[in-house]
């Protein structure tokens, strides 16, 4: 199960991982109210689907007045927006996040996911965040750096320090790195979090403090019954109508593209 960024944000929070002030929108209307709350003279407004690649999909903006405020919300709110996530058929947008602007020198990437290969949690971060992970991921891996974590074990002081180390901060900044590497970690095990993706993982300009700017995470579905708030966070619009229909009824259910399905019973047989 997928949740949206402002609710991966808030459990953030509440693990003492610092974020920028913001608040959610249904409307043009509400979002320049949660403009004018939250003050300043920058907004971001960005659209709550649940995909990656929002920006790249024109589903964040940058916004200087109240007058752009709600034109950007006029221009996503009950409209597809189609990223590489979302597939051809896109998800709609029917809320928004509105966050105050943010003076960003630096961009990271951090995230926690589960290594099935190895039964372990792995953790992943680069120096180099933002929108363009995907292609560094493919043409420059070595700019990314992997530590495996023992789940019988934990996190241990050294691996978040060594983590905070390779995102290449100001020895004034590793403290703090580790705070929010030791916040994630402890989010994931207490909410049985499959995955937790921080990008941008901000060095903010002038302070030098750290920030999430942008949150993604997943749950596993099987754990949900011992995770009722965790629950209580689905967002049905945002999922495939077959699949929740199959889940109402306590069944797994995969949709496929196309006319064609096999059901094979083994895996032998399957690839024969």
């Known amino acids: 199960m997928d949740i949206h960024e402002y609710q991966a944000k808030e459990i953030l929070a509440g693990y003492g991982v610092k974020i920028a002030d913001g608040g959610l929108a249904y409307s043009p209307e509400d979002a320049v109210q949660r403009a004018r709350e939250i003050g300043g003279d920058v907004w971001a407004v960005k659209a709550q689907i649940h995909s990656g690649a929002r920006g790249k999909a024109g589903g964040v903006k940058i916004c200087k007045t ?42 990271l990437y951090f995230s926690l996911l589960v290594d099935r290969a190895h039964e372990s949690i792995i953790m992943v971060g680069s120096a180099e965040g933002g929108m363009e992970i995907e292609d560094l991921a493919e043409n420059s891996p070595e700019k990314i750096t992997k530590i495996q974590i023992d789940p019988a074990v934990g996190l241990l002081d050294f691996q978040a320090r060594e983590m905070a180390f390779a995102l290449g901060l100001e020895p004034s900044q590793i403290s703090p ?67 929740m229909a199959a889940a109402d009824r306590g069944l797994s259910y995969v949709g496929l593209d196309g006319d064609i399905g096999c059901m094979i019973n083994g895996a032998g047989l399957a690839m024969a």
Do not use: W
């Not at 709110?77 to 896109?90: A, C, N, S, Y």
């Not at 903010?204 to 708030?229: I, P, Y």
């Open 66 to 107: 109240h007058e752009e405020v709600e034109a950007a919300a006029e221009s996503m709110l009950g409209r597809k927006l189609v990223t590489h996530q979302t597939g051809p058929e896109g998800k709609v947008c029917l809320r928004l996040y509105v966050e105050a602007g943010t003076n960003i020198a630096k961009e």
């Open 177 to 243: 790195a580790v705070k929010v590497i030791k916040g994630c970690y402890r989010a994931m095990r207490d909410l049985d979090a499959n995955m937790i993706e921080i990008n941008p993982l901000v060095v903010t300009g002038g302070s030098g403090k750290l920030m999430v700017l942008d949150a993604k995470m997943g749950f596993d579905d099987n754990a949900l019954f011992r995770r009722q708030k965790v629950a209580e966070l689905r967002d049905k619009t945002q999922e495939d109508q077959r699949e």
